[in-house]
Nanobody
Framework: QEELVQSGGSSVQAGGSLRLTCAVS????????MGWYRQAPGKEREFVAQ???????NYADSVVGRFTVSRDSAKNTLTLQMSSLKVEDTAVYYC???????????WGQGTQVTVSS
């Protein structure tokens, strides 16, 4: 059974740092990218960061220079290192794996990140 299990996240003051980790279990074949999305209260889920199979990274404008996405292929994990956190970064963060094969997209269970002023 393929599964994405997230860990990390919590509450932090503005300017602080947090790390999110996503462990991929099971055998998801054909992965072409992995990434992070977030959903703030009352808002739609939005893209945060992505890393491709070729280790090309892409970030939302709002997190450029503050967040870093990385992956460990050997451990099958995805990490989001967040620094200089802002109150507006408060959201539930979801890891995401995209495959060439159905079901095409897998999601983690979500983890809350709260940034206070």
């Amino acid at each position: 059974q393929e599964e994405l299990v997230q860990s990390g996240g919590s509450s932090v003051q503005a300017g602080g740092s947090l790390r999110l980790t996503c462990a991929v279990s099971g055998n998801i074949v054909g992965i072409h990218s992995m990434g992070w999305y977030r959903q703030a209260p009352g808002k739609e889920r939005e893209f945060v960061a992505q890393i491709t199979k070729g280790d090309v990274t892409n970030y939302a404008d709002s997190v450029v220079g503050r967040f870093t996405v990385s992956r460990d292929s050997a451990k099958n994990t995805l990490t989001l290192q967040m620094s200089s956190l802002k109150v507006e970064d408060t959201a539930v963060y979801y890891c995401n794996v995209q495959s060439w094969y159905r079901p095409l997209v897998y999601w983690g269970q979500g983890t809350q990140v709260t940034v206070s002023s």
